[in-house]
């Protein structure tokens, strides 16, 4: 049907690079065949050692692709390709974490160097992090990219955070980094069970076509007739949509904050002010109401008047009950459809 997911996209924005001379480095913990089994970056040719690797065979004057398998040493790893995207600024460099909450065993490499540097030393970098991030169920310790931990080391452009929900937003953002002049090092939260949704699939033609969408407002709320008007991220946005359609609630808008660093607050603006009819203005997350991004908004934009829908205040990055984390992601669906 001319539909993309979210693993042909990746794929796609690599050979584009490649083929354009620009060479693409992805290191990781399961990065060959992808954690969530969604990349297959290398095929093993049965009865033998040998594996083949697709995008190191597009064409013969193709720009090298290296992709590495790597030990559980975070702090290591990220320091070498932090490195290493110093010394060839030219391409794409990409360190990946197993899940996302792997990226805190790294942090002092991002709190000394990926966020500081640009300010201490005055050094652009361009490197881009991987980090698995949503709530399915699957405990603590394979939930959370602490985005609250993340946002709370912007300021002055030193990052980009984001989060896109579509494959054709992830393809026109890889490609971005590294085909822009200046260098800002990019942390990208990618999804987990969005691998398989069969709705978060994009039209080739917006691959070939179109740019990175900072926010994506649904319909209603373009044509400014939302009663209630629902700001999130992520997968979340998926089930609000599921959730909207089962109940029939059409007067319920969706807008998806893709770039959550910086915070696109002017796009927010304007969208709450072409809708005069809401009389619910939300910022709806699956993450407790101490995490996430709900306190950088609330922190840097009280302006907005967004009320909070989320799981309660917690110690605990997630719940380590699937039937507990049920509970509470259906007390966020009646909240916002009550």
């Known amino acids: 049907e001319n539909k993309v997911d979210w693993a042909l996209a990746e794929q796609l924005a690599f050979a584009s690079l490649l083929t354009e001379g620009i060479s693409v480095r992805l290191t990781g913990q399961d990065s060959i065949r992808g954690t969530f089994s969604h990349r297959h970056a290398a095929i093993v040719i049965e009865n033998t050692d040998e594996k083949y690797f697709p995008l190191k065979n597009i064409s013969p004057d193709q720009a090298p692709f290296s992709i590495y398998d790597s030990p559980l040493n975070e702090y290591g790893v990220l320091g070498f390709e932090y490195g290493y995207s110093l010394a060839y600024p030219e391409g794409l460099t990409i360190w990946e974490a197993q899940y996302g909450d792997f990226a805190n065993v790294a942090q002092v490499i991002i709190d000394q160097y990926i ?96 740019s990175f969408q900072k926010i994506i407002a649904d319909e209603k709320s373009r044509e400014g007739l939302a009663e209630t008007l629902v700001f999130t991220f992520g997968k979340i946005y998926y089930e609000l949509f599921e959730k909207r359609k089962n109940l029939v609630r059409n007067e319920v808008a969706l807008v998806r904050v893709e770039q959550l660093y910086p915070f696109p607050h002017e796009e927010i603006e304007k969208i709450i002010k072409d809708n005069p009819r809401a009389g619910k203005i939300l910022w709806v997350q699956d993450e407790p109401a101490n995490m996430g991004v709900w306190p950088y908004i609330r922190s840097k934009y009280p302006d907005l008047k967004l009320n909070l829908i989320s799981r309660r205040e917690s110690a605990s990055p997630a719940e380590g009950l699937s039937a507990r984390h049920k509970q509470s992601l259906e007390k966020i669906f009646n909240e916002v459809f009550e």
């Open 115 to 210: 966020s500081a540097a640009g300010e201490k030393w005055g050094i652009m970098n361009g490197l881009v992090l991987f980090l698995p991030h949503g709530y399915e169920g699957q405990g603590p310790e394979h939930s959370s990219a602490r985005i609250e931990r993340m946002l709370s080391l912007c300021a002055n452009y030193n990052l980009q955070v984001m989060s896109p929900t579509t494959p054709a937003n992830f393809f026109h953002l890889l490609r971005r980094q590294v085909l822009w002049k200046v260098r800002i090092p990019l942390i990208i939260y990618t999804p987990k069970s969005l691998l398989r949704n069969p709705l978060a699939v994009s039209p080739l033609d917006q691959l070939s076509s179109g």
